[in-house]
Structure formats: structure tokens, C-alpha cells
Nanobody
Framework: QVQLVESGGGLVQAGDSLRLSCAAS????????MAWFRQAPGKERLFVAS????????YYIDSVKGRFTVSRDNAKNTVFLHMNSLKPEDTAVYYC?????????????????WGQGTQVTVSS
């Protein structure tokens, strides 16, 4: 069982940066593929980025490539989402998720564990 707690959200201006963190409990963190999803008001929850068990593979949606970087520290049971050049359309609740499959699937149904989310608001 894995419990996930996100932090680092906030209100920023367009062009600013934020770093989201997701702290995981449990001894098997390194055996989970970790992902970030986001959900804007009235919209479905969408995949943003993910990272493999070892950190050797990362995946991104096209709209954040070159601006967002996902990373993990298995020694500290933490995954990060570094967000640069933020845009108003990045505004959403960001969720951390864990999957026991290391295949990098973008569907939320592939993820077994979820955090409570952290709000990111980007003003223009």
C-alpha cells in the first residue's frame, strides 16, 4: 500500500515556475511508476507526465514538453514536477499517482494510488 501527499502548489503569474512534490509512504516506492495528472474545473483528469521505477524513462504530454520536468528521489520516496514558463492554461488541481506497472500508461485507470491533489493557479 502506498499513500501519497502532494505539496508545492500555489498562485503564480504567467512565466513563473513552481516545483510540486509528492511524498510517498511505504517501503516499495522504487517499484512504482509515478505520474502527475491534472484536472481543471469541469474537465476530465488528464495525464501530464510520468517517470519509470528507476527514473530512466520519462513521458510528457505535448503541451508541457520543454517546460515541465518530472524526477524522483527513491531514497527519499519523493517524486517532483518542476514546472517552468507556466501558462494560465496550466491552472488545475495536480494529482500524484502510482502504478505497479512500469509501462508508462497515460490512462488514470492504470494507477492504483492517488494523492489528494494540490492547486496550481496561473494568472495572466
Amino acid at each position: 500500500q502506498v499513500q501519497l501527499v502532494e505539496s508545492g502548489g500555489g498562485l503564480v503569474q504567467a512565466g513563473d515556475s513552481l516545483r510540486l512534490s509528492c511524498a510517498a509512504s511505504g517501503r516499495t516506492f522504487s517499484r512504482y511508476h509515478m505520474a502527475w495528472f491534472r484536472q481543471a474545473p469541469g474537465k476530465e483528469r488528464l495525464f501530464v507526465a510520468s517517470i519509470s521505477w528507476s527514473g530512466s524513462r520519462t513521458y510528457y504530454i505535448d503541451s508541457v514538453k520543454g517546460r515541465f520536468t518530472v524526477s524522483r528521489d527513491n531514497a527519499k520516496n519523493t517524486v517532483f514536477l518542476h514546472m517552468n514558463s507556466l501558462k494560465p492554461e496550466d491552472t488545475a488541481v495536480y494529482y500524484c499517482a502510482a502504478s505497479s506497472s512500469d509501462s508508462g500508461v497515460a490512462s488514470p485507470y492504470a494507477y492504483d494510488h492517488w494523492g489528494q491533489g494540490t492547486q496550481v493557479t496561473v494568472s495572466s
